[in-house]
């Protein structure tokens, strides 16, 4: 009898265990991250980053993404990849895209693919990229995408998806100009194969933060080689002095619950050049 009330016991301490990891995959997180420039942004790009949307294991609505979004002052918005893995759920991705237009980023949106993306191939693949498009979104796969912001001139510049061998740095540094260099790719394992290649910031994403990250990173175990050896997980890091991030993504795979981690969507604070102004980082 004592044996039967101690496995009741432990059963109901699992079961609140997990509602409260599937509780957390709700609990998004705004991260601002501040990378030489001051604490009200005075001369920076306001650069928005969703990556890793996973629309089958996404628990947070477009409503909701729009509601934590609306008061902030955007200049771009970044799609860092993993959008979805099935053809029936490109349907599920236009809502998302028309609350990310609302926001009215200045000089718009912009995306790469990832490695679940790619789970779709031939007329379902193009319609998620017609998708994408038809919602004001530039598509970038392997090639760059100049603007000009404040006088400056910004390369956004799309590798893409490292993972599954699809990255050709040569051919999307090919449009570059003098000026700022911003990378956008999925998985961060490319960054120290970009030794010959200038970037001034790059946004990735892909490791979920671990999604499971108790006791360790559970969710890396066969998706990083070189980074994680660092503990190269998640937020800021720099190579060779480059600054790169690594955002937590916004929707879950497998099962739909994350430990150690909260869904993140992240407001990058980017410095313009300026010859009296050093780089500092804080995130918040």
């Known amino acids: 009898m004592t044996f039967f009330f101690v496995f009741l016991a432990i059963l109901l301490l699992l079961a609140l265990a997990i509602r409260k990891a599937h509780r957390n995959t709700y609990e998004a997180v705004l991260h601002k991250v501040q990378v030489g420039c001051s604490e009200d942004g005075d001369g920076a790009i306001r650069i928005l980053q969703l990556s890793d949307l996973h629309l089958e294991k996404l628990s947070i609505s ?3 993404l729009y509601e934590k979004l609306k008061e902030e002052l955007i200049d771009l918005i970044a799609l860092t990849g993993d959008f979805l893995d099935r053809e029936e759920s490109i349907a599920k991705l236009g809502p998302y895209l028309t609350a990310l237009k609302q926001l009215n980023p200045t000089y718009g949106m912009y995306a790469v693919f990832g490695n679940h993306d790619y789970v779709l191939q031939g007329e379902p693949f193009a319609r998620l990229k017609a998708t994408l498009e038809a ?3 530039v598509v970038l ?13 910004v390369n956004i510049i799309g590798i893409d998806d490292f993972y599954t061998g699809r990255s050709d740095i040569e051919k999307a540094y090919a449009g570059v100009r003098d000026g700022i260099n911003l990378v956008l790719t ?3 394992d490319i960054v120290p194969h970009m030794k010959d290649y200038h970037f001034d910031y790059l946004l990735s994403g892909h490791f979920h933060g671990g999604q499971i990250h108790w006791p360790k990173p559970y969710h890396l175990a066969k998706m990083s080689k070189t980074l994680t050896e660092r503990n190269m997980i998640k937020g800021y890091h720099e190579w060779d002095g480059k600054p790169f991030y690594i955002n937590e993504g916004l929707g879950q795979t497998g099962v739909n619950i994350r430990i150690g981690s909260k869904p993140e969507v992240t407001l990058h604070l980017l ?3 300026s010859p009296t102004r050093s780089r500092t980082v804080k995130a918040v």
């Open 62 to 64: 477009p409503n909701d």
């Open 135 to 137: 919602h004001g979104c």
């Open 141 to 153: 796969q392997n090639e760059t995408k100049t603007i000009t912001i404040n006088g400056q001139t």
């Open 186 to 188: 999925h998985d961060p």
């Open 271 to 273: 410095a313009l050049p």
